[in-house]
């Protein structure tokens, strides 16, 4: 099994900046890639970034492209999300993900890790 913990959220205003941290535990030798997933109120669950194990392949959602980077740490059980220029309508549940299939997917049933999620809200 994996466990997955997720920090950093909290209330921010418009356009500052906020750094999440996923950090991952126990069988972690079986993940391949991790991704970070957001969930607002009324919404569906929306793919934002996802990374393979060696930082090597990124993949970024259209929504947040040019704000949001994401990176993993030097001992690899890390995983960071810094969001820049934050707006409103980014405020959501953030939620990690880990998956053992070696593939960058945007879906969140090709996952097989959750976190329980932070909350991320961006105030006008």
């Known amino acids: 099994q994996v466990q997955l913990v997720e920090s950093g959220g909290g209330l921010v205003q418009a356009g500052d900046s906020m750094r999440l941290s996923c950090a991952a535990s126990?069988?972690?030798?079986?993940?391949?890639?991790t991704g970070w997933f957001r969930q607002a109120p009324g919404k569906e669950r929306e793919f934002v970034a996802a990374i393979d194990w060696s930082g090597g392949s990124i993949s970024v959602a259209d929504s947040v492209k040019g704000r949001f980077t994401i990176s993993r740490g030097n001992a690899k059980n890390t995983v960071y999300l810094q969001m820049n220029s934050l707006k409103p309508e980014d405020t959501a549940v953030y939620s990690c993900?880990?998956?053992?299939?070696?593939?960058?997917?945007?879906?969140?049933?090709?996952?097989?890790?959750w976190g329980q999620g932070t909350q991320v809200t961006v105030s006008s």
């Open positions: 126990g069988r972690t030798f079986s993940i391949y890639v």
């Open positions: 993900a880990a998956g053992r299939r070696r593939m960058l997917p945007i879906g969140s049933y090709e996952y097989d890790y």
